[in-house]
C-alpha cells in the first residue's frame, strides 16, 4: 500500500490547512487511516486517527481545532486544520492500517508563523 500525502505548506497562526491522503489500493480493507507528526527533534506523535467505522480519535492538543474525516470508497483520509499555533509546525506523515499491518507515507510539511 502505498500513500500520497498532499495540503502541507506555510500559514500564518490563526490560519487553516487540509491535508489529503490516498492510499493505493482500491478495495475496502483499510480498516485505520490517520496523521501523526514530528516537530524538529522530537518523537513522532499522533495527531488524529479515524476507522473505516468511523470512530475519531485526536491528540488532546488538537482537539476543538482539527477534523478528521475518511472517504472509504476512495481510500482517501482528510484532515482539516483551524486556529493552527506555531506549535503545530512539523512533518505530518499519513498512515494506514490494514488488518495488522501500518503503512506510511511519505510525510508533509506543515508550518505556523507567528
Known amino acids: 500500500v502505498q500513500l500520497q500525502a498532499s495540503g502541507g505548506g506555510l500559514v500564518q497562526a490563526g490560519g487553516s490547512l487540509r491535508l489529503s491522503c490516498a492510499a493505493s489500493?482500491?478495495?475496502?480493507?483499510?480498516?485505520?487511516m490517520g496523521w501523526y507528526r514530528q516537530a524538529p527533534g522530537k518523537q513522532r506523535e499522533l495527531v488524529a486517527t479515524?476507522?473505516?467505522?468511523?470512530?475519531?480519535n485526536y491528540a488532546d492538543s488538537v482537539k476543538d481545532r482539527f477534523t478528521i474525516s475518511i472517504n472509504n470508497a476512495k481510500n482517501t483520509v482528510y484532515l482539516q486544520m483551524k486556529s493552527l499555533k506555531p506549535e503545530d509546525t512539523a512533518v505530518y506523515y499519513c498512515?494506514?492500517?490494514?488488518?495488522?499491518?501500518?503503512?506510511w507515507g511519505q510525510g508533509t510539511q506543515v508550518t505556523v508563523s507567528s
Open positions: 489500493i482500491s478495495d475496502f480493507s483499510i480498516n485505520v
Open positions: 498512515y494506514a492500517r490494514r488488518g495488522f499491518t501500518g503503512f
Open positions: 479515524v476507522t473505516s467505522g468511523g470512530y475519531q
